[in-house]
């Protein structure tokens, strides 16, 4: 058994990485992380999830066009929507920079190892019945979650960097991967070397989030103060988007 201070650091040291260096990542790390990522929990032990590892540097090429032509330009436009101080910390800046934003969203290009986490969605029906019931609680979603910081905190553990690139279209992907229908993409995880350290993890006050035997309405955040809100959880995210 691991110790508290241990796994503290450990998931402090688990950032989202946007910039790797290329060095190579032994194959036994690999399944390392994958080996280790498993254990996940998942709803009714569904186990959902499957890898591709993609190492080879045309279809790493190929993965990132698909994300540039679909995601990217998807998410850089829609998000033109909000006043800019509110943007996602990675998209605030006007669309005449759309290429410093693309340089923040795609930071993974240079990372050696991309691991395709793909899910069945057959196999969500592995869990009880009447969680498909719940929309607010997407079996799968939650289940592909918890994998998602699994392999993270494995690559964090081999002194490696990882991230979580959503992807919302799966037609460029499947073209590159070959995976069959029904299974979809769920994320691309880069691994590889950190090529910059973000420095410490920027969270909210533990106290702001905690209530003790009751609701402590003293903490309850207002309507009229959710702009507030946003600008701070902006300020606290944008510096893991310096690249
Ligand atoms: C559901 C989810 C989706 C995310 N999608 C992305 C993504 O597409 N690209 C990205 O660079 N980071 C993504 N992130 C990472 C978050 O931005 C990051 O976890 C957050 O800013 C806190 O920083 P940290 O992970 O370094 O502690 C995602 C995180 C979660 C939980």
Redesign the pocket.
């Known amino acids: 058994m691991t110790n508290y201070d241990d796994f503290l650091e450990l998931v402090k040291y688990r950032?989202?990485i946007?910039k790797y260096r290329p060095d190579p990542v032994p194959d036994d790390y690999i399944i390392k992380i994958l080996d280790a990522a498993r254990y996940a929990m998942s709803g009714g032990n569904s186990q959902p999830w499957e890898f591709i590892v993609v190492k080879d540097s045309a279809t790493r090429k190929k993965l990132y066009d698909a994300y540039v032509e679909g995601d990217f330009e998807k998410m850089l436009n829609i998000e033109q929507m909000r006043v800019i101080d509110y943007r996602h910390p990675?998209l605030r800046i006007p669309y005449e920079e759309r290429d410093k934003a693309l340089a923040m969203?795609t930071g993974w290009k240079e990372a050696p190892v991309i691991i395709a986490v793909l899910k069945d969605p057959r196999k969500q029906w592995g869990s009880v019945l009447v969680a498909h019931e719940r929309p607010d609680l997407a079996v799968l979603a939650a289940t592909m979650?918890h994998l998602s910081m699994m392999l993270q905190l494995a690559a964090a553990s081999l002194g490696l960097g990882s991230?979580?690139?959503?992807v919302s279209v799966q037609a460029p992907y499947r073209a590159v991967l070959g995976y069959p229908e029904p299974l979809l993409l769920d994320i691309l995880v880069p691994i590889g070397y950190r090529a910059t350290e973000?420095g410490p993890?920027h969270r909210l006050n533990l106290d702001e989030q905690v209530h003790h035997e009751k609701y402590d309405m003293s903490k309850y955040m207002q309507h009229k103060d959710f702009l507030k809100y946003i600008e701070r959880i902006r300020v606290l995210?944008q510096p893991?988007y310096q690249v």
């Open positions: 950032r989202s946007r990675g969203a979650g991230n979580r690139v959503d973000p993890p995210g893991g």
